[in-house]
T-cell receptor, first 111, second 114 residues
């Protein structure tokens, strides 16, 4: 019940493309869904997060879509750039509990 | 600047040795966490602490030990009982009781067995 399943494991897009990374969860008590971006040799950094009372959240070129009934959420990166090449993790938590992370997606944006 | 400092950045361990990874934060966060990262497996929780002098095992605690004698510090010892310690280790902190909100990560320590 604590798992968060993330796909795909890796993704290659051309510059300007819109990569989409998907996550699914089972625990209906989860109420906070962040996405983290990690560059090689660095710690993850919070990119964007959503709570289940909204279906979409945008911050710059990054958008989270959230489907509560399907227990799925996804990250879209508009107009992707080579500098977006990184590993992306979805995560989820319920109140007062630590984050549970997905397995990560390695994104490569080709110039 | 507030943040989390992990040291060393790279660490090499011989078979049978214990090694200790340092994690220090000046964010005044109550909760601290240790994660292990392996390729394709995401971040797996080793130990966490919500308050000084108290800590709990995570999903993969075997072969690891921690202490929390000060609010700012949460060192992780990788013991000789950990048979496959080569990995990237990440420390994180947050305000206790806020769940996953506000996690801050350090830059990690890469441990290699030689």
């Amino acid at each position: 019940q604590q798992q968060v399943k993330q796909s795909p494991q890796s993704l290659i897009v051309q510059k300007g493309g819109i990569p989409i990374i998907n996550c699914a969860y089972e625990n209906t008590a989860f109420d906070y869904f962040p996405w983290y971006q990690q560059f090689p040799g660095k710690g993850p950094a919070l990119l964007i997060a959503i709570r289940p009372d909204v279906s979409e959240k945008k911050e710059g070129r990054f958008t989270i879509s959230f489907n509560k009934s399907a227990k799925q959420f996804s990250l879209h990166i508009m107009d992707s750039q080579p500098g977006d090449s990184a590993t992306y993790f979805c995560a989820a938590s319920s109140s007062a509990r630590q984050l549970t992370f997905g397995s990560g997606t390695q994104l490569t944006v080709l110039p | 600047d507030g943040g989390i400092t992990q040291s060393p950045k790279y660490l090499f361990r011989k078979e049978g040795q214990n090694v200790t990874l340092s994690c220090e934060q000046n964010l005044n966060h109550d909760a601290m966490y240790w994660y292990r990262q392996d390729p394709g497996q995401g971040l797996r929780l080793i130990y966490y602490s919500q308050i000084v002098n108290d800590f709990q095992k995570g999903d993969i605690a075997e072969g690891y030990s921690v202490s929390r004698e000060k609010k700012e510090s949460f060192p992780l010892t990788v013991t000789s009982a950990q048979k496959n310690p080569t990995a990237f280790y990440l420390c994180a902190s947050t305000i206790a009781g806020q769940g996953g909100y506000g996690y801050t990560f350090g830059s990690g320590t890469r441990l290699t067995v030689v």
